[in-house]
């Protein structure tokens, strides 16, 4: 076993045992403990007192040591043990995938060991029966966890919904929301449940066929093949997925969803060649199996506002900002006044990628001091304006009309009157706002009974700062 194979050991061991992934410190000083760092050498590299980094570490062996059921187990002895540890049915195999059955700390070498003995402290094991394997993970594309706060209700919501057999849940928000940081935080509470799960990321677009093949052959597992698939056959009308997504409870979580869509497109539009998502997706939720499809994505797929309801197996969640428990974000970067913090939390609506860039750039620039920050006139962009335009990118002319005009109004807008200005007959604004709606840009407030849209300051700063020409 090498470092790396290591963490990702103890990672897992952490995550059955506390039901969170270790955290990037954790990490460290793990790394640290292999290497034979001292603290004092894991603090300054990572810019914590020695103390709290000790604190931490003496956390992290007291997890360890009882998941191991090995009291001994120290920083001084970590590699060691490690090294020595016998491994039952975890095999670390490439491309991240782990398979995990239980573990026992013999000192047996021998990473690949079969015929495992049930280990009743394994609280994976305690949630499932102690036959084989208990669960594939095949998160290669998945980004490592990060410091994560709260959540409690959606991922509540989430595992809810898990539970209730929903077969395809749709997670939206802007980019840097937290859609994905939220749905790994999400795979330790419900892993239990499935047989498989696989997350894809469709930053490159992948087209829906070579999906497909790339999915079936991780969901076929180690299993024994009745017969070589033909990759053809998954460009077929029907659906070749389903059938192991009925043989074994598959949990398959694709992100970037929106890059098979359109810009300069109404939201949730296919590019030429993606159409068949679209009948993926409502083949997913229209048929009888018990895995779950979680989609990840800027804009809400069009086939979804249909298929979705209270008692329907399509659900979708709107991600809002953090609250106030955004604030770590500010402590974690040495920030000033913690009396100012809910205001920046505010002004930035808990956007949790946002916050930081914030936080950094308030560092950087006045030392932490977050009220000078909050003293200039101009809602500071920065390094937000790449991230925006990004969104804006994909709007079609109507929407950044739309947008344009909701940007210019200060109070919430009533869209039954619509400026003159504004070159849209009320069936088409109501098209585009739904549209704005379904790319989270725009939000609906009631008043007076009636309603309203707003957009945020955050992005009514961006169309502001946009040059006319961007605008037209
Ligand atoms: N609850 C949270 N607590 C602390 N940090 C968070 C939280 N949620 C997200 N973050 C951090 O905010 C950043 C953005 O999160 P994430 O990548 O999950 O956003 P996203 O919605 O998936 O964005 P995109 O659509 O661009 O992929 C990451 O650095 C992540 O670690
Ligand atoms: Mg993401």
Not at 140 to 168: C, H, K, M, Q, V
Request: proline content about 6%; overall charge negative.
């Amino acid at each position: 076993m090498d470092v790396e194979e290591a963490l990702k050991f103890t990672d897992h061991l952490a995550l059955t045992t506390t039901g969170k992934h270790l955290d990037s410190l954790q990490k460290a000083i793990l790394r640290g403990a292999w290497n034979n760092q001292k603290y004092k050498e894991i603090a300054q590299e990572h810019h914590r007192s020695e103390k709290y980094v000790k604190e931490v570490g003496f956390k992290l062996w007291k997890i360890l040591s009882s998941a191991l059921d090995d009291e001994q187990l120290c920083k001084a002895n970590f590699r060691a043990k490690l090294e020595n540890l016998r491994v039952g049915n975890v095999s670390l195999v490439g491309n991240g995938c782990i398979h995990i059955g239980n573990i026992s700390a013999e000192n047996v070498h021998s990473p690949e060991v079969s015929q495992p003995e049930p280990q009743d402290k394994d609280k994976f094991n305690e949630k499932t029966s102690n036959s084989e394997p208990k669960v594939h993970l095949d998160l290669a594309d998945a980004p490592e966890p990060n410091l994560f706060y709260n959540r409690t209700s959606e991922l509540t919501t989430l595992e809810n919904w898990i539970l209730g057999r929903t077969r395809l849940i749709t997670i939206l928000g802007l980019s840097g929301i937290g859609k994905t940081a939220l749905t790994l935080q999400l795979i330790p509470q419900i892993q239990h449940e499935f047989d498989r799960i696989i997350w894809r990321s469709l930053r490159n677009s992948p087209p829906l066929a070579s999906l497909q093949t790339d999915l079936i052959k991780s969901c076929r597992g180690d299993a024994p093949v009745p017969a070589p698939y033909p990759e053809e056959k998954a460009t077929a009308e029907g659906l070749p997925l389903l059938e192991y997504l009925r043989s074994h409870r598959c949990l398959i979580i694709l992100d970037d969803v929106q890059t098979i869509f359109s810009s300069q497109q109404l939201a949730g539009n296919y590019q030429p060649g993606y159409e068949n998502y679209g009948a993926f997706f409502k083949h997913i939720t229209e048929s009888s199996h018990n895995s779950c499809l979680i989609l990840l994505s800027w804009e809400k797929p069009r086939e979804i506002a249909a298929l979705e309801g209270e008692n329907r197996p399509c659900k979708s969640l709107q991600l809002n900002g953090l609250g106030p428990e955004a604030q770590e974000i500010f402590r974690e970067k040495s920030l000033a006044e913690p009396e100012k913090w809910s205001e920046l939390i505010d002004l930035y609506r808990g956007n949790p990628l946002w916050l930081n860039i914030v936080a950094t750039f308030i560092q950087d620039l006045f030392g932490g001091s977050v009220s000078e920050f909050l003293s200039y006139d101009t809602l500071f962009l920065g390094d937000l304006e790449s991230l925006l335009h990004q969104h804006f990118d994909r709007l079609t002319a109507s929407e950044q009309q739309a947008i344009a005009w909701l940007a210019n109004t200060p109070e919430p807008a009533d869209i039954s009157k619509i400026p003159e200005n504004l070159q849209l007959s009320p069936p088409e604004l109501l098209k585009v706002m739904q549209s704005l709606g379904r790319r989270s840009l725009v939000e609906t407030v009631k008043q007076n009974g009636r309603s309203h849209f707003t957009i945020w300051p955050v992005i009514r700063e961006y169309i502001t700062n946009k040059t006319p020409s961007k605008n037209e």
